[in-house]
C-alpha cells in the first residue's frame, strides 16, 4: 500500500469566496485594489491550509506488468561463414519441403527427399568440419539455387492446369533431369569423405603390413585408393 495526502477544498474554496466578496465591496479594475487582493489571497490559502491539513489516505500501488518473455537468440558458432550456411541450409530445406508438399507427383516426392536428406547432411558435416566449407562452394553457389529454381518453375506450371508446347515441354525436361540432380547432391556428400576415405585406406594398408610381418593373416584384404 502507499500512502498519499489528500489536500482539503477548503483553502481554494476560501480563495474563491474572498474574491466574490471583494468583488462586491471594491472595484476590480484599480490596479492597487488587485494587488491588494492578490496578496490578501496568498495569506489567506496559507493560514487555511494549516487549519485544514487534509489527510492521509492508503492507496494500493499497481502492479508492474510482467515483461514479455524474451526468446532466446539462436547461438551462433561464431564465425560468420558458418553462421550464414546455417541460415542458407535452413531456408533450402525449408524451401524443399514447401515444394514437395506442393507437388504431387510420387516420383518427384521421392527425388525431393533424396536432395533434401542429402542436403541436411552436407551442411550439417561442414558445420562440424568448416574447414571443408570450401569443397561445397559450387554446391552452395549453383547446384543448390539451380535445383531450387527448376522446382519452383515446375511447381509453378504444374499448377496452370492446361496442356501446351513449352508447358509441357519444360516440365518433361525438368523430369529427366532430376534423377541426374540427386546424383550430384549424393556426389557432394561422398566427396566430402574423400580424405577420410584416404586416411582409413592408408591405415589398413599399414595394418595389412604389420600383421602379415607377425605373421597373422593371409590373403591381403583389397582396398580402393
Do not use: C
Not at 489567506?44 to 489516505?57: A, D, H, N, R
Not at 507427383?105 to 527425388?111: L, N, V
Not at 562452394?137 to 492446369?161: C, H, V, W
Amino acid at each position: 500500500m502507499k500512502k498519499i495526502v489528500k489536500k482539503s477544498p477548503v483553502p481554494l474554496y476560501s480563495v474563491a469566496a474572498l474574491w466574490v466578496i471583494w468583488a462586491l465591496l471594491f472595484p476590480m479594475y484599480r490596479l492597487g485594489n488587485f494587488i491588494v487582493l492578490t496578496a490578501v489571497s496568498l495569506l489567506l490559502y496559507k493560514f487555511m491550509s494549516k487549519l485544514f491539513k487534509g489527510k492521509i489516505i492508503e492507496v494500493e500501488e499497481p502492479k508492474p506488468e510482467p515483461k514479455p518473455e524474451e526468446k532466446p537468440k539462436p547461438a551462433g558458432s561464431g564465425n560468420p561463414e558458418i553462421d550464414k550456411l546455417m541460415r542458407e541450409g535452413d531456408r533450402a530445406i525449408s524451401e524443399m519441403r514447401r515444394l514437395n508438399e506442393s507437388i504431387k507427383d510420387e516420383t518427384i516426392s521421392r527425388q525431393i527427399n533424396e536432395m533434401e536428406n542429402a542436403t541436411i547432411k552436407i551442411f550439417d558435416h561442414v558445420m562440424q568440419n568448416p574447414n571443408k566449407l570450401p569443397q561445397i562452394r559450387r554446391f552452395l553457389n549453383y547446384y543448390l539455387p539451380t535445383s531450387l529454381k527448376i522446382l519452383n518453375a515446375y511447381d509453378r506450371m504444374g499448377e496452370q492446369g492446361i496442356h501446351g508446347e513449352n508447358i509441357d515441354g519444360t516440365m518433361g525436361k525438368i523430369e529427366a533431369i532430376l534423377e541426374t540432380i540427386v546424383q550430384a547432391f549424393h556426389k557432394q556428400l561422398d566427396a566430402l569423405f574423400r580424405e577420410e576415405a584416404l586416411d582409413i585406406a592408408t591405415d589398413i594398408k599399414v595394418m595389412e603390413t604389420l600383421l602379415v610381418r607377425e605373421g597373422i593373416g593371409g590373403t591381403r584384404m583389397e582396398t580402393g585408393s
